[in-house]
């Protein structure tokens, strides 16, 4: 099922959970913006294999509203043990997320 409104597709994981996810459109160009909280880019941090690296921290709620394409994420999501402990830090303990999960995974 796709909302072609703003783009977001329904997909099924492995394991039978749906998702949303952002369509890239076949020209490869779709903007995303999300709300940044923090930033760091290239004059703060080395570079790691010739590449600049940023770093941006953001509301999970911010990505939940937008959605994010599967093209840029390498694995498809599934309801594994990991991310039910992640949402359950999320939702019970959210100020020791970054703590225990050092970033978003």
Do not use: W
Request: charge should be negative; charged fraction near 25%.
């Amino acid at each position: 099922m796709t909302n072609s409104e703003n783009g977001v597709e329904y997909t099924t994981s492995s394991d039978g959970i749906d998702y949303p996810v952002l369509k890239i459109p076949e020209n490869g160009s779709k903007d995303l913006t999300l709300e940044v909280i923090e930033y760091s880019g290239p004059a703060e941090i080395d570079t790691i294999g010739g590449y600049d690296v940023h770093h941006l921290y953001t509301r999970c709620t911010e990505i939940d509203d937008s959605k994010l394409p599967l093209e840029a994420n390498p694995r498809e999501p599934s309801r594994t043990a990991q991310v039910e402990a992640m949402q359950d830090t999320l939702a019970d303990n959210p100020e020791n997320f970054v703590k225990k999960n050092n970033a978003l995974l």
